[in-house]
């Protein structure tokens, strides 16, 4: 079984750019999150798809974050612009029901804004 | 008070010792989830658990509901065992969609 695909790995940008991450959960799973984990930190909750509905973006910055998840299948999160706090890991999980169910999670991608 | 917190925050052991790493919660939850965070890797699950103990191997983990805390024991330590473990509780509110609350690590290093 395939898992959680994310890219890219690594990004480097400037502050105030723009960048984009993408998540591609392992087949049938019906929730999927996006993390973002600052180092030396456990995995903070930026958002959370029920199939291609938003069930908790409470803590996503939305002035500068967006995440959708079209079709309910692969996901993006876009960040616009960048901040410097926002150098982290942006990690994607699934899980395959509402209620219960292993999580996977994808190997992250790492970005550093200068 | 974090919801969830672990502890030790940081764990050096040398190979071959037995190790405990605990988690304590504060929220009524569903489930409890043991993950392993290597550097620079992805974050891989170990356990989840809503009662009683599971074992795999060399890792163990155990939960008691009513004190709200869950202990992660790994026996014959190992330097590939060096990581990060997080300990993450899924919430049992109102939602079925279970929110996940997580600690914030505890670094193992275990020397050879």
């Known amino acids: 079984e395939a898992g959680v695909a994310q890219s890219p790995r690594y990004k480097i940008i400037e502050k105030r750019q723009s960048v984009a991450f993408w998540c591609n959960p392992i087949s049938g799973h019906a929730t999927l999150y996006w993390y973002q984990q600052i180092l030396g930190q456990g995995p903070k909750l930026l958002i959370q798809?029920?199939?291609?509905?938003?069930?908790?973006d409470s803590q996503l910055p939305k002035d500068r974050f967006s995440a959708e998840r079209l079709k309910g299948v692969d996901s993006t999160l876009k960040i616009q612009p960048a901040k410097l706090e926002d150098s982290a890991v942006y990690l994607c999980?699934?899980?395959?029901?509402?209620?219960?169910?292993?999580?996977?999670f994808g190997e992250g991608s790492r970005l550093t804004v200068l | 008070k974090n919801e969830v917190e672990q502890s030790p925050q940081n764990l050096t052991a040398q190979e071959g010792e037995f190790i405990t790493i605990n988690c304590s919660y504060s929220?009524?939850?569903?489930?409890l989830h043991w993950l392993q965070q290597h550097p620079g890797g992805g974050i891989v699950s170990l356990f989840m658990?809503?009662?009683g103990k599971k074992k795999h191997g060399r890792l163990i983990a155990t939960i008691n509901i009513q004190e709200k805390h869950s202990s992660l024991h790994i026996t014959a330590s190992h330097p590939r065992d060096s990581a990060v473990y997080i300990c993450?509780?899924?919430?049992?509110?109102?939602?079925?969609?279970?929110?996940?609350?997580f600690g914030q690590g505890t670094i193992l290093t275990v020397h050879p």
């Open positions: 993450a509780v899924r919430d049992a509110g109102g939602t079925s969609y279970g929110k996940l609350t």
């Open positions: 658990l809503s009662s």
């Open positions: 999980a699934s899980r395959p029901r509402t209620s219960g169910g292993e999580l996977f």
């Open positions: 798809f029920q199939n291609n509905g938003v069930v908790d």
């Open positions: 929220v009524g939850i569903s489930a």
